[in-house]
C-alpha cells in the first residue's frame, strides 16, 4: 500500500542532543512538508520542498534542518539550537507544490526530558 | 496573510446529535478549503474538500459548503457516531498553493 513512513513514534531526547526524524514516502509524490503540532494548538509549518535537492523554510524554521538527497526521503533534524523542541512532529507529501490533497504520516512524538 | 479561525473545543455531543464546527478564513485570490480529521496519535486525513465557491464537500455522512460571502467552511453532520471522536482541522490552501494554512483544530467528543 502506498503511504508515508515516519518514525520513530516516541523519541526521548537530552537537552543539547540533535536528532533526526524519518519520512519516507512511496506515493511519487514530488512536493513533502514538516509540520509541528503542539497540545491545543493547530500545524506550523518547518520546511517545505518541492524538489530533489531543493527546500525552503516554513514559518518556523529556526533550530531545525532537513534535506532532500531523494524523491521518496525528506528527515528533519531537531537541533540543540531548537528551544522547545517537545511536540508532535508530522511530515505530509502531496502529487506537486501546488496541486492536491496533504497525505500525513502518522508523527513522531518527540520528549525532551 | 492566510488564516483560518475555528470554534475552540472541546464540544461534547451525544450519539445522534447534530454537528457543528465553525470555520472563516482569511485569504486573498480563491483558495482551496479541506477538512482534516485527526484520531487519537495518529496523522491527520482529509475528510473532505471544496475547490471553489458553492462547492459542497463530503464524506462520510460529513458535508461543509465553500460559502465566499461569509468567507466560512463550516463543517456538519447529522448524526454523530462515538467513532466520530477526534480532532477536526480546517485548513486552507492559498493562491501561491505552496502550503496549506491550518486552524487550531477542534476536538470533539461524542459520548454514547
Known sequence: ?113 | GDSVTQMEGPVTLSEEAFLTINCTYTATGYPSLFWYVQYPGEGLQLLLKATKADDKGSNKGFEATYRKETTSFHLEKGSVQVSDSAVYFCALGGAAGNKLTFGGGTRVLVKP
Open chain 1, 1 to 113: 500500500d502506498g503511504g508515508i513512513t515516519q518514525s520513530p513514534k516516541y523519541l526521548f531526547r537530552k537537552e543539547g542532543q540533535n536528532v533526526t526524524l524519518s519520512c519516507e514516502q512511496n506515493l511519487n509524490h514530488d512536493a513533502m512538508y514538516w509540520y509541528r503540532q503542539d497540545p491545543g494548538q493547530g500545524l506550523r509549518l518547518i520546511y517545505y520542498s518541492q524538489i530533489v535537492n531543493d527546500f525552503q523554510k516554513g514559518d518556523i524554521a529556526e533550530g531545525y534542518s532537513v534535506s532532500r538527497e531523494k524523491k521518496e526521503s525528506f528527515p528533519l533534524t531537531v537541533t540543540s539550537a531548537q528551544k522547545n523542541p517537545t511536540a508532535f512532529y508530522l511530515c505530509a507529501s502531496r502529487l506537486a507544490l501546488n496541486t492536491g490533497e496533504l497525505f500525513f504520516g502518522e508523527g513522531s512524538r518527540l520528549t525532551v526530558l
